[in-house]
């Protein structure tokens, strides 16, 4: 008779030898996150940071059963992950290259989750691991590409809103020059700013209101419109404020509402847009009889 074999390919890890990892993880990973968390706290284009791990949290905790009834099968395939994320934290150290550190903590974890219970429980949270990468800023080089080209665009439709209205401006570059001042479009007037925030947010809510999946990429899609357009407004109003009653109501108390103002406005167009998709191709349940 045959002898019955085990998964002897499937290594069984202890809880000390699971804690003794997790800790190990935490103690290399920590200047990276407190590094992560100062950045959310001083760039407003990545404040949405502080919300993105609250959310996998509760995400976790609300699929906490779902996730009990995966199978662990822990393989040893993990193992030469975690040691491609140890490589790219040194090099990412010694380069002084923050999003690469940064991005060997994903990999670290993807790698982790495989060592310790395998591929079907890292299927199981693809989507939470990938929205983690939300959290961490783009590096500078992709960074300065985007936000250029965005500033140009929202000048040119600003400067067009503003001569359709009647308001003589002319645009050189990123700077509308009006009679009576030159509006200059930064980096936190080209969408750049909400649109992370706005991304980050329509994947969130994706996840709870729509089941689609070419519904949910969509709606993630037309957040890049949705957020240069705001801040054109955004650009329009300051340009109006500034033309018909002078520059000084333009700025302080009245720029930062008028940014909120803008940011509340693009979501309520996220939430009709989804609305339109839902009446559009409404998600139909399969009923049984």
């Known amino acids: 008779m045959a002898q019955a074999t085990s998964r002897a390919d499937h290594a069984e890890i202890s809880l000390p030898e699971g804690l003794l990892i997790a800790g190990l993880i935490t103690a290399l990973y920590t200047p990276v996150l407190a590094q992560l968390v100062v950045q959310w706290y001083q760039d407003p284009d990545y404040s949405h940071g502080f919300l993105v791990p ?10 906490r059963h779902e996730l009990q009834q995966v199978p662990l099968e822990p393989i040893s395939t993990g193992f030469p992950l975690m040691l491609a ?24 974890v993807a790698g982790v989750l495989l060592f310790l219970a395998g591929w079907k429980m890292l299927r199981a949270l693809a989507f939470l691991l990938a929205f983690l990468a939300l959290m961490i800023p783009l590096p500078a080089l992709i960074y300065n590409q985007v936000t250029f080209p965005l500033q140009l665009l929202a000048s040119r439709l600003s400067s067009d809103c503003l001569d359709f209205i009647g308001i003589p401006v002319l645009r050189e570059g990123n700077v509308l020059v009006l009679p009576n001042y030159s509006l200059e479009v930064v980096e936190a007037c080209s969408g750049i700013r909400s649109l992370m925030s ?18 949910r990429i969509l709606l993630v ?17 300051a340009g109006m404020i500034t033309y018909f ?8 108390f009245f720029h930062l509402f008028q ?15 989804q609305w339109v998709l839902s009446q559009v ?9």
Do not use: D
């Open 198 to 215: 706005l991304i980050a947010l329509a994947v969130a809510y994706g996840c709870f209101v729509e089941h689609r999946r070419w519904a």
């Open 85 to 108: 994320a140890i490589g790219l934290l040194l090099a990412g150290t010694l380069g002084a290259e923050l999003f690469v550190t940064r991005v060997s903590f994903l990999l670290m």
């Open 245 to 252: 009653w002078g520059p000084h109501l333009a700025e302080g």
């Open 259 to 273: 940014g909120w103002l803008i940011f509340i406005s693009a979501v309520a167009c996220m939430l009709l847009v």
């Open 54 to 63: 609250l959310f996998v949290g509760f995400l976790l905790y609300q699929r």
């Open 281 to 289: 191709a409404p998600f139909r349940r399969k009923v049984s009889v």
């Open 221 to 237: 899609v037309l957040m890049i419109p949705i957020a240069v357009a705001s801040n054109s407004l955004r650009v329009v109003g």
